[in-house]
């Protein structure tokens, strides 16, 4: 069985050697990058399943670097780890905000809790992979699995068209309309489009379900590019 690539950026050679040591030792294959400008090159070149980052690099920052794949490459879904101090807490903030699935604090590192987090984020990928196969029509499951943020992002991807509802006790059913991967409309009872998503981005529970049928008669009415709703309920789950 093929053993997952973990991509490790950090300019620092002895976090990076640690890190490498504790990985290979479990059977994960390791690459490197010193800066956040290599990081980006090999993420796009390599396509790593995994991304272990600093946050202070030369040329370009763990955030900027995040949010580069996360916008600008076809591997927009990888999970990314930032290495951070324990009083980063505004960094933190900042980096979820960008996109960044996990932390782990640079003073703690050992290899239980590095392993931990590891393996979680790649079984939490195993799940995106059963749906994102091209002959996947239609698809459905729990938020507590997989969330909202990453259905957009997984929809967005590979362009899908057709209408995603979510059904949560106590609410109405809400509904969300894609073409080619942008978000066209979106309804929940009384409010319409980016309220009603911005409202939605943040359940973390609810049952969802995917058709893809033909949008194209559809009315847009949501002018937001749909990457910057993304990043927008990225923001507004990490406030939560």
């Known amino acids: 069985m093929k053993q997952a690539l973990i991509l490790i950026v ?14 290979e030792k479990e059977g994960f294959r390791v690459i490197h990058a010193v800066n956040g400008e290599e990081g980006f090159e090999k993420a796009k ?27 600008e490459t076809d591997v927009s879904m990888v999970p990314f ?10 960094t933190q903030k900042r980096g979820f905000r960008a996109g960044a699935d996990q932390y782990l ?20 990928v195993n799940k995106i992979n059963e749906i994102d196969a091209p002959q996947r029509g239609s698809f459905s499951g729990e938020l507590s699995e997989l969330s909202l943020i990453e259905i957009l992002q997984l929809l967005y991807i590979n362009k899908k068209s057709g209408k995603l509802t979510i059904r949560r006790q106590y609410y109405p ?8 991967g942008e978000i066209i409309r979106a309804e929940l009872g009384d409010d319409m489009d980016e309220k009603a998503m911005f409202i939605i981005s943040v359940w973390k529970r609810g049952e969802f379900t995917f058709t893809q049928t033909d949008t194209s008669g559809e009315k847009q009415t949501i002018k937001t590019p749909t990457m910057n709703i993304i990043l927008e309920s990225c923001r507004l789950q990490e406030t939560k």
């Open 10 to 23: 950090d300019d620092n050679p002895h976090i990076s050697k640690l890190l490498t040591m504790n990985l």
């Open 45 to 71: 070149k390599e396509k790593p399943d995994l991304i272990i980052s600093d946050v202070m690099m030369p040329k370009l920052d763990g955030i900027s670097l995040c949010q580069k794949i996360r916008t």
């Open 81 to 90: 780890m930032f290495l951070t101090s324990i009083d980063a807490d505004v």
């Open 105 to 124: 604090v640079k003073s703690e590192i050992n290899r239980e809790v590095l392993l931990a987090k590891v393996r979680d984020m790649l079984k939490h």
């Open 173 to 180: 059913d809400a509904l969300i309309i894609l073409r080619e």
